[in-house]
């Protein structure tokens, strides 16, 4: 019997080897998936190993206390053992750009650089700063700012005073995801302290005489007393380091997985799909084996061998496929620079586990039950000349199942739809569309004759007699057409979701930017300042006014407080601006009123009327009155709203956060932006940007994003196509005959082809009106998780686009089966058995 | 329907030839491995007339008739279909030919499952974009006797119906010669019986050109004329044949 399996397997060699290759992309993406954060997870623990080597002991401050300072560095100098030690100091020191604004949304990093045997600071070029006066830049830093060893450059101290520095070198911040995202400046130990103004260090480092690390964490443990710092040995640090910063691998992982699921579950469909037909098409050579004596067990037996091998083998071609794949992107990503060092490729026993795990399961449980299918063939079979066309007929059962499916799953993803919005109602909705999924699954092969009349609708017309006989037969045998079509709706139902979230996001955010700002450009500072006070001095809002260009300016400054019992911001505004209140009114904003957010109204249960109190340094309890609640995220200022004057009794007289400019009607954009930034010019730590920009960076990202998840889906939509393919080069084989037969009759070659193309054409147009319908829907009911008030918007042109693509698609996957089609002889057709 | 073994007489008036094989060679495979399946021959089929070919098995009957038909190429030699050399034409050309002027029934395997059983019958009209002959189309269905039976598919047939939809189609598109390769070779004597009187009547009322490969001598005793093939060459023939004649003469030929 295993003789028989594997002659069969060599005969069909060319019809399984799509259905291989269909298993080949989904396990070598997951193996691929694999390799690469295997590799980069590797790349991560060798450069920690190699920076905490260098370090017997580290002192770490324990979250939620003091750092350790001086006096702790000096105890640990005095303990017995210890070779040498040295704080690291880090904080915010501002680099300024060669534009003469500080570079970035956040202030660079300050950080010491030791050198020595305590060294870890990674010099590229150049060397380490050594005197007062010179400063080292992260490589990535200096390239997109334009700094190189020699320039000088400008840095802010913690008061926002410049100082002018020397480049003398360049180092890599490895690992260190905060530095990485920051950038950073690194300074002599006594120049960090300056700079950042930090009494305190991030981190302190010893070095051993002689001694082994667990006895000097011993002694430095003693010698710190109760300080509750933690003192870690140098593995520990690197294990934790390697913890710390491998963290967003971990989510890199998931995510590509997600993706090589949603292949995976495209593959098995494919593979369920060709084995089906395969066992279809040698119903006689089933029915011979049976009266040559042959079990329903080993006929079953043999199916499921031919699924194994094709499985293994398609596994391991996957598994090579996916380590090509990780390198590939390895080294393209370090071509890109998105990773400082090159990483080689690792194939951990895992990967190869998973791969063929996956690859072999997939494979074989796809083809169990056109296996059991196999064991029905009568013994009779084998003495019918032509095997008669089987009716479909929707029984009761389908349909019935098909029904709860389709009910429970709207009845999910309606209750998720009504739930508040959030990740909770996101998965609820996820799981609906599951439900409803496993429905059309069921209903599908008797959806395919009504929607196949509506795909075949304009090519029944538009191609004559090829076009009619490729509508027929595309909805010839219902269950094959069916999975051959959901494979695509996966890919199209996902990828319409996806760009209807993304368009309807647009939408909604759009909306809210032009609510929210009514103002055409905004002045602010960084982001992540440590003090209370605002970037942003007063004298820039002063300067803004005088601008003939300009028409309104609001100044905006906030504070920290306690606001009840929780920690909150307290802000106020100056200027010709008016918070849109959802209750009560602006009557009682005076000295002792407060606005507060919908947010706040809800967490604090308050309305207008009730008492809120506000604690700050300067001015003790206060007791507020609420005058009115605005509804949060929707007004340009956030958190307990107070009037200027009040605000100033309670903080004192702070500079601003943010400079609301409206610019004169009538002026252009290029007169507003030039006084605007004439304006703040004098100032290197106030940022312009214009709400136009605003909404450019968000309208890319969004397109970035959807551009990378449509990539990533492609994988799904390719596996689909092949599956078309396979069907349709299993059909011309079945058909073979009736193709002579047409031929005979006088079709051309050329309509032959046109036929299987139309036949395609129509499958692929079914998943793909599925797909849309679905996606659509969904995109909808996900929106709905994202904000209650979102603006639903249904992006037709890349819709429509997604159904061209998906017809256009089918007639490609058809082009090698029809040729094949019209290559045959008539003759040869004709005369085969 | 009564099965005679008695063959009408010749059609009178001058008769024209609707198909010709002038020295006509068919080689399959080349060196040590070819296979001479015609060795020459030259025979011609006369308009409205019925032939019947026959031969031992292997002795190059459906390759004869495939390269009359235009389904395969000779090797050398020539074909002519009415006035039209076929020999030499490019495979659309010879696929136009086939849609417009000739009609073919074959053994097995004659109709689209797919499509009903009218739907079959005008499937070459159809294809060739033209416009039905609904006279004759009405004439062809009733001399089937298929008329409540048209909207039903071939597996809803019995195989001696879905051989007389097979003819009526070949019929439909009134072309200048019908082949049919053992047309009665899958049915039972009655169903055969059934077929072959339709053939006949067709060449009788319609002036349907028939040429069609049996091995079965009652069968070729509806023919008008009986040619007689042995290893890729016509040994001889017999006019008016009856089963008897005819089975005289295999008997001589295998002897
Ligand atoms: N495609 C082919 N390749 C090689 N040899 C062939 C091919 N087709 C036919 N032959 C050979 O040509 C010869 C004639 O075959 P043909 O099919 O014409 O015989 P036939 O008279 O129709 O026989 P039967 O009565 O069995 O149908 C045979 O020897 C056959 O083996
Ligand atoms: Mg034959």
Redesign the pocket.
Request: aromatic share 4%; no cysteine.
């Given at each position: 019997m295993i003789r028989t399996t594997l002659a069969g397997l060599r005969a069909h060699r060319l019809r399984l080897l799509l259905t291989a290759l269909a298993i080949t992309l989904g396990a070598g993406f997951i193996a691929g998936t694999f390799v690469l954060t295997d590799s980069l997870q590797a790349g991560v623990t060798r450069q920690v190993a190699a920076s905490a080597d260098r370090v017997d002991v580290a002192v770490l401050p324990r979250a939620g206390h003091g750092k350790p300072g001086e006096a702790e560095l000096a105890a640990i100098r005095r303990t017995a053992g210890v070779a040498e030690a040295h704080g690291l100091v880090r904080g915010p020191a501002a680099l300024v750009g060669k534009d003469g604004k500080v570079a970035g949304d956040t202030p660079t990093t300050g950080v010491s650089v030791v050198t020595g045997r305590l060294g870890r600071t990674a010099m590229t070029t150049g060397r380490a700063p050594a005197a007062d006066g010179e400063i080292a830049l992260d490589e990535n830093t200096a390239r997109t700012r334009g700094f190189a060893a020699g320039d000088t450059a400008t840095v802010l101290d913690s008061a926002d005073r410049p100082h002018t520095f020397q480049v003398v070198g360049l180092f890599d911040v490895g690992v260190d995801q905060e530095l990485a995202y920051t950038g950073a400046v690194g300074f002599t130990p006594d120049a960090a302290r300056r700079m950042t103004g930090e009494k305190g260090f991030a981190e302190i480092d010893v070095a051993a005489a002689g001694v082994p690390p667990e006895r000097l964490k011993a002694a430095v443990t003693a010698a710190l007393g109760g300080a509750g710092h933690r003192v870690l040995t140098g593995d520990e640090l690197a294990a934790e380091l390697a913890r710390v910063n491998g963290g967003n691998l971990e989510f890199l992982t998931l995510a590509l997985l997600m993706f090589g699921l949603v292949a995976m579950l495209v593959a098995t469909l494919v593979i369920y799909n060709t084995f089906n037909i395969l066992i279809a098409q040698r119903t006689r050579e089933m029915a011979l084996l049976r009266c040559l004596g042959a079990t329903r067990r080993q006929v079953f037996g043999s199916v499921l061998l031919e699924s194994l091998v094709v499985g293994v083998l398609s596994s391991l071609a996957g598994l090579a496929a996916g380590y090509g794949l990780g390198a590939g992107a390895l080294r393209a990503g370090t071509a890109f620079g998105l990773q400082s060092a090159p990483v080689d490729a690792t194939l951990t026993p895992r990967t190869i586990a998973v791969a063929l795990a996956v690859g072999v399961l997939v494979t074989v449980a796809a083809a169990l039950l056109p296996a059991r299918a196999a064991t029905r063939v009568a013994p009779i079979a084998a003495l019918r000349t032509q095997s008669e066309e089987r009716e479909f007929r929707a029984g009761a059962a389908r349909l019935v199942i098909a029904g709860l499916f389709l009910l429970a799953g709207a009845g999910v993803t309606v209750a998720g739809t009504r739930m508040p919005p959030g990740e909770q109602a996101l998965f609820v909705v996820m799981g609906g569309g599951v439900l409803i999924f496993c429905g059309v699954l069921v209903l599908g092969p008797v959806l395919v004759r009504p929607l196949s009349a509506v795909a075949g609708w304009a090519p029944a017309r538009l191609f004559g007699v090829p076009g009619r006989l490729a509508v027929d037969n595309s909805r010839r045998h219902p269950k094959r057409s069916a999975t051959t079509t959901i494979a695509l709706t996966i890919g199209v139902t996902l990828m319409t979701t996806l760009s209807v979230i993304t368009a309807t996001t647009r939408a909604t955010y759009t909306a809210q930017l032009d609510e929210q700002f009514p103002i055409d450009y905004l002045v602010s500072g960084q982001f992540g300042r440590a003090d209370a006070g605002g970037a942003l001095p007063r004298e820039i809002a002063a300067t803004l006014r005088a601008r003939p260009e300009l028409a309104s300016v609001t100044q905006v400054r906030g504070a920290e407080a306690r606001i009840g019992d929780a920690k909150g911001r307290v802000v106020t505004y100056h200027g010709p601006y008016t918070v849109d209140l959802i209750q009560g009114g602006m009557r009682d904003f005076t000295a002792g009123g407060a606005l507060i957010g919908s947010n706040t109204a809800d967490s604090l249960k308050l309305k207008p009327g009730d008492t809120l109190t506000v604690t700050t340094a300067k001015a003790g309890v206060q007791r507020l009155k609420v005058a009115g609640v605005y509804e949060s995220g929707k007004a340009l200022v956030s958190g307990v709203v107070v009037p200027e004057g009040a605000f100033e009794t309670y903080f004192g007289r702070l500079d601003d956060d943010r400079v609301l400019v409206g610019a004169r009607d009538g002026v252009t954009a290029g007169d507003s932006r030039k006084a605007v930034e004439a304006a703040v010019a004098a100032y290197p730590t106030a940022k312009v940007v214009s709400t136009t920009e605003v909404r450019g960076e968000f309208d890319q990202a969004l397109d970035t994003a959807l551009a990378v998840v449509t990539g990533l889906l492609g994988l799904a939509i390719l596996i689909s196509l092949i599956g078309i393919a396979n069907t349709l080069s299993l059909s011309v084989h079945e058909r073979t005959r009736e193709s002579a037969l047409l031929r005979a009759l006088g079709l051309t070659r050329r309509q032959l082809k046109r036929m299987l193309s139309v036949e395609a054409l129509v499958l692929g147009l079914i998943g793909a009106i599925v797909g849309v319908v679905l996606g659509t829907a969904y995109g909808w009911a996900a929106s709905r998780t994202i904000a209650t008030d979102v603006l639903f918007r249904l992006p037709v042109g890349q819709v429509a686009l997604f159904v061209v693509l998906s017809g256009l698609a089918g007639v490609l996957a058809a082009v090698l089966p029809a040729r094949r089609a019209a290559r045959a002889s008539v003759?040869?057709a004709l005369?085969a058995d | 329907m009564t099965v005679t073994g008695e063959a009408s007489g010749p059609r009178t008036g001058p008769a024209t030839v609707a198909v010709a094989a002038q020295g006509v060679t068919?080689v399959?495979?080349t060196g040590d491995a070819a296979?001479?399946?015609?060795r020459g021959v030259d025979v011609g089929f006369h308009t409205g007339a019925f032939t019947a070919i026959m031969?031992?098995?292997?002795?190059?009957?459906?390759?004869?008739?495939?390269c009359l038909a235009g389904l395969d190429t000779v090797t050398s030699g020539q074909v002519r279909i009415g006035d039209t050399e076929i020999t030499g034409l490019s495979d659309n050309e010879l696929t136009l030919l086939r849609r417009d002027r000739v009609g073919f029934v074959f053994q097995s395997f004659n109709l689209l499952p797919t499509l009903t059983a009218e739907q079959n019958i005008r499937l070459p009209l159809e294809i060739a974009g033209r416009q039905a002959d609904q006279e004759l189309l009405d004439r062809v269905i009733r001399t089937v006797g298929l008329r409540d039976r048209l909207g039903h598919r071939p597996a809803e047939l019995s195989g001696g119906q879905q051989q007389r939809v097979a003819v009526a189609r070949a019929l439909a598109t009134k072309p200048q010669v019908i082949f049919a390769?053992?047309p009665t070779g899958n049915l039972d004597s009655r169903s055969g019986a059934e077929v072959l009187a339709f053939l006949r009547t067709s060449v009788r009322e319609l002036g349907q050109t028939i040429v069609m490969?049996t091995?079965d001598p009652v069968a070729a005793s509806y023919a008008d004329r009986v040619v007689f093939?042995r290893d890729?060459l016509l040994v001889t023939e017999v006019l008016r044949p009856t089963a008897q004649t005819v089975l005289d003469t295999l008997m001589k030929l295998e002897a």
């Open positions: 003759v040869g005369a | 068919k399959y495979g296979v001479h399946a015609l031969g031992p098995s292997g002795s190059g009957k459906s390759t004869l008739m495939h390769d053992e490969v091995h093939l890729g």
